[in-house]
Nanobody
Framework: QVQLVESGGGLVSPGGSLRLSCAAS????????LAWFRQAPGKEREFVAS????????EYTESVKGRFTISRDNAKNTVYLQMNMLRPEDTAVYSC????????????????????WGQGTQVTVSS
């Protein structure tokens, strides 16, 4: 069993930055793909970014390219999302997810591909 716990959300002004963390416990996740999703009020859950087990294959949704960076520290069992140049439309609950496919490298954007989820952290971008 894997538990995922996000942290780092908050209120930030447009143009500001936040760094989200997602710490895994229960077992090592160094050989599994991880991803970040977000869900704004009244909208469906949306793929944000994914990273394969080694960190060598990364995928972003178009709207965050050049602004967000996903990374992982396998020694700390943690995945990160550095968010820069934040916009009001980035406001959402951000959740990390793990795909139960050891050494999986093909990027997956569908929530159904991921079997473990954190509880989410709120990110609000507002002046």
């Amino acid at each position: 069993q894997v538990q995922l716990v996000e942290s780092g959300g908050g209120l930030v002004s447009p143009g500001g930055s936040l760094r989200l963390s997602c710490a895994a416990s229960g077992r090592t996740v160094s050989t599994f793909p991880l991803a970040w999703f977000r869900q704004a009020p009244g909208k469906e859950r949306e793929f944000v970014a994914s990273i394969n087990w080694s960190g060598g294959i990364i995928e972003y949704t178009e709207s965050v390219k050049g602004r967000f960076t996903i990374s992982r520290d396998n020694a700390k069992n943690t995945v990160y999302l550095q968010m820069n140049m934040l916009r009001p439309e980035d406001t959402a609950v951000y959740s990390c997810a793990l795909r139960w496919r050891e050494y999986g490298s093909s990027p997956r954007k569908g929530p159904s591909e991921y079997g473990y989820w954190g509880q989410g952290t709120q990110v609000t971008v507002s002046s």
